[in-house]
């Protein structure tokens, strides 16, 4: 058994900074500044989590249970305060759509730039370069600068580079709500082609129509913790009997 994804003892704190009176900020500064004016927030409460080659898995939960920390972690955009995050493999995703894009440049050079961040090298990108602007259907507008692409433009062009990347780990997050149906048809179908290659995959989705066709397995959060990892059915089964609680 290969091993994709190993996240091990993972916590992750946030700081919420609140605004305060005037007042309040004084009566703390006389106090000698004791106690914290900032609130601390456990985000990822020690999750454990393995993910094998060829697994798709989806991160389900309520809004802010911790499935955007997790996948940001396992992309390598957040490091954890404790704990480690082992991946094999190249990984690629769409978390923040088009986040190593640059508005003033082409979508040509962006295709070149958000590659080789991706991992691609420049032959690799110019080899997949047709077929990537074909997927996203940008046509005649691929030397324009993207600043002046509809969102949808983007969010396609992103996509195309990301899966053509190859990557060994796909991670996605409720990118699928994205894009017009037809484009959002056209992800899915990709995603699913990917999963059934054999990809690893993991989604971010609260579409848990969707997530029960791509994926195999469900992980269940609520507030930063794992406290379901079973078959997608069993566990989009479990979410759904607690929201109507
Ligand atoms: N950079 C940050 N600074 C402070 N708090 C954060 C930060 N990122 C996330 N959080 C908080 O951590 C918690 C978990 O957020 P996260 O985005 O992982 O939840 P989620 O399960 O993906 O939610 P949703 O379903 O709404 O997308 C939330 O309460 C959020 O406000």
Redesign the pocket.
Known sequence: MTLAIEVKNVRKQ???RHTRSIKEALVWLLNGRKGDLSEK?L?LDDVSLSVKKGETVALL??????????LKHISGVMVPDSGTILTRGRVAGLIEVGAGFHHDLSGRDNVFLNGAILGMTEKEIEDRFDSIVEFAEIGQFIDTEVKFYSSGMYLRLAFSVAVHTKPDVFLVD?ILAVGDEPFQRKCINKIKELAAAGQTLVV?S?DLELVSTICDRGVL?QK?AIVLDGPVREVVSELRRRQRD
């Open positions: 946030f700081v919420l927030f985000a939960g309520f809004n802010g249970s911790g499935k955007s920390t997790l409720e971010v609260h959060l930063g």
